[in-house]
């Protein structure tokens, strides 16, 4: 079985450590029997090279290159990943990456910068009156079949989601979305937005198995074989984290 991974900008949108997923499913894709052939979309690439992607990748930035790939997606590639997500590709997207596909993000300085509008919500900045989210993050999920999962946050806008029954998960600590509703993230047909980096899939391998099962299941109508796998250090790496967190 082969699969196409498409990972989005990563020579502009790879910070804190978001490249870790990339490894990441590559390594469960060859323990799993999968060809995985990671294909690099940056900005000079055409945008039908998405439709031919099994799984979608993006990461997070700081402001300038986030603003280099928002005209990027907003004139040329935008309409043609809300067509692959739309259609059920798995996907990724942390953080920036996550905010570009809402409806706007509003600046600290009140600009407001029109999103994808692919996932139903929005962000805003509320500037130096306000703290960043920073820290440690564990967050409990239908799709991690009820296990906390760990990561780590760092962003100063705060996502509101229109219904909160589609957020990825609920924050155990943390802040999630905006430090308020307890939401972290959004779950949309098969994709995945959420503002854990740390990066999220090393320490959560179940994630990147279930990302995996759901494009096989789409591409091939039939599920990985799923069996008993080592995961004894990601499993102490992920308790330290919730032990911490928890006394």
């Known amino acids: 079985m082969k699969l196409y991974l498409g990972w989005f900008y990563p020579e502009l949108m790879s910070t804190y450590g978001d490249r870790g997923n990339i490894i990441a499913l590559s390594y469960w894709a060859k323990i799993l029997g999968i060809n995985l052939q990671v294909i ?32 990027d997606l907003k004139n040329h590639k935008g309409d043609y990943l809300k067509k692959a997500i739309e259609a059920g590709v798995s996907g990724l997207f942390v953080c920036g990456a996550y905010q570009f596909l809402g409806q706007y993000y509003k600046t600290a300085d009140g600009i407001k910068i029109p999103g994808l509008s692919i996932f139903n919500l929005y962000t805003e900045n509320p500037g130096n009156r306000f703290p960043r989210l920073i820290g440690d993050i564990g967050v409990k999920t239908k799709i991690a079949f009820d296990k906390i999962i760990v990561g780590f946050e760092n962003h100063g806008g705060r996502t509101y989601l229109s219904d909160k029954s589609l957020a990825f998960g609920e924050v155990v600590f943390g802040f999630g979305n905006n430090g308020r509703d307890k939401t ?11 503002y854990l980096h740390g990066p999220i899939l090393p320490k959560n391998p179940f994630l990147a198995r279930f990302l995996l099962n759901k494009a096989i ?31």
């Open 40 to 71: 690099v979309i940056s900005l000079k690439d055409p945008k039908e090279i998405i439709l031919k992607m099994d799984i979608l990748f993006m990461g997070g930035a700081q402001d300038k290159q986030q603003e280099i790939v928002n005209n």
């Open 184 to 194: 972290e993230g959004i779950f949309y047909k098969n994709t995945i937005g959420t």
């Open 217 to 247: 299941q789409k591409k091939y109508k039939k599920e990985i074989r799923m069996k008993k796998f080592d995961e004894n250090w990601e499993k102490k790496a992920r308790e330290k984290v919730i032990k911490e967190n928890l006394k």
